[in-house]
């Protein structure tokens, strides 16, 4: 099904406008950002809105965005920046949250903001590798619970490009994806998700499928640039399956600092396609590993720096945000107990005398 001329007209004059009005964000190369003036472009839960921004005190709201669905027959990179403010003295207990969606699959956190002791912006940049006819959607969580301190995003402050200004490869859609593409087939593998995390000095690649039709195997890849590939192992697929199927390999030899894994799923008759993107940075680590991650009994959570250990806290959040467990590390090898946490994704922040030092995603597959 093609997005309507009418909406894709109103986008694209959407677009345009904005680029008139908004110039502080770059060169013009962004397809979509929030347009307080139009509520095409945006639904909130609560919060106040007026010309210029969306702001929460004392009390916890949602903003979505529309569904933007790839328009380049031979699919996109989808870059997204969120800068989100943060004014008055804040408190440790207001949080933000930043997810996406593509198409009808999980809500996958991308950034979790905990208010500092004094205003300030913070900024998030990512992006995805998405096929043509598919769907990414936005979710802003946003809870304080004072009447003085508050959460802000304002005009220009979240953009979604594919760095293209002379075709429009995004436009908005708001009927419920995923919708097959116009002349194209169902996709060969469902995934439920694609993930990838440090083990140590290696990176385990994991992934999830729903179902499989005519799948052979999966080629594991990886990358420094997110443009040249390279192979790391192949996998054996399940030929066709409609039941849940969990999947792992490792990469014993990854590349240090940033890089990023993809997956390659190649049918029976040679024809494949490609997962989206998930990256990994060794840089970033601050010296602590969790592993097995996805994990289904236990996990164990490593720190490097033994004389550092009980400095640090390790908190887990649902996909609502909410705390659903609170570890404190106190030996250098503290295991993490799945008894609790039922099946799904969560994310984690690790605390250094109350300080975030890493933050992340852990599945669970009890």
Same mark, same amino acid.
């Given at each position: 099904?093609?997005?309507?001329? +009418? ?9 345009? !406008?904005? /680029?008139?009005?908004? @110039? ?10 929030? $347009? ?8 909130? @839960? ?8 969306? &702001? ?11 569904? !933007? ?15 989100? $403010? ?17 198409? &009808? ?17 913070? @900024? ?5 590798? !998405? ?64 993930? #990838? ?11 999830? *499928?729903?179902?499989? *039709? %005519? ?33 792992? #390999? ?5 590349? @240090? ?18 997962? %989206? ?12 590993? /969790?592993?097995?991650?996805?994990? &289904? ?13 009980? $400095? ?15 570890? /404190? ?9 799945? &008894? ?11 605390? +250094?005398? %109350? ?6 995603? !852990?599945?669970?597959?009890?």
């Amino acid at each position: 099904m093609k997005v309507s001329n +009418k909406i894709r007209n109103k986008f694209l004059a959407t677009a345009v !406008l904005l /680029i008139a009005t908004v @110039s502080f964000v770059g060169a013009q190369t962004y397809d979509y950002t929030v $347009n307080w003036s139009d509520t095409s472009t945006y639904k909130t @839960s609560c919060g106040k809105v007026v010309p210029g921004q969306w &702001s929460v005190k004392n009390d916890s709201c949602v903003m979505t965005t529309p569904y !933007l669905r790839v328009e380049a027959t031979e699919g996109c990179k989808v870059s997204f920046t969120f800068r989100i $403010n943060q004014s008055g003295n804040g408190d440790p207990l207001d949080k933000c949250y930043v997810f996406h969606q593509i198409d &009808s699959g999980v809500w996958v956190i991308d950034t979790l903001i905990i208010a500092g002791g004094s205003p300030a912006v913070y @900024s998030f940049s990512d992006f995805v590798i !998405l096929n043509y006819g598919h769907y990414i959607k936005f979710k802003i969580c946003m809870s304080t619970d004072s009447k003085t301190e508050f959460w802000a995003i304002k005009g220009g402050d979240m953009v979604v490009t594919d760095g293209n200004t002379a075709v429009q490869n995004l436009t908005s859609w708001t009927g419920k994806p995923p919708v097959p593409p116009d002349g194209q087939q169902v996709m060969p593998v469902e995934f439920i998700w694609v993930g #990838a995390a440090i083990n140590t000095n290696a990176v385990v690649v994991f992934w999830k *499928t729903a179902s499989e *039709t %005519n799948n052979d195997y999966f080629t594991i890849e990886k990358s420094m640039d997110a443009i040249n590939f390279e192979m790391v192992s192949t996998t054996g697929g399940a030929g066709n399956s409609n039941i849940l199927l969990n999947y792992s #390999a490792k990469d014993n030899e990854p590349f @240090s600092g940033v890089s990023y894994y993809r997956l390659k799923q190649t049918d029976f008759d040679g024809k494949f396609t490609y997962s %989206n993107l998930v990256k990994v940075d060794f840089e970033n680590t601050q010296g602590v590993t /969790i592993y097995p991650n996805p994990f &289904s009994t236990n996990a164990t959570i490593m720190i490097k720096d033994a004389s550092q250990m009980n $400095n640090y806290e390790l908190k887990i959040y649902n996909v609502l945000g909410t705390e659903v467990t609170n570890t /404190i590390i106190t030996n250098q090898s503290t295991m993490l107990v799945n &008894s609790n946490l039922p099946a799904g994704i969560y994310s984690y922040s690790v605390f +250094k005398k %109350n300080e975030i030092i890493q933050s992340g995603k !852990l599945i669970s597959q009890q």
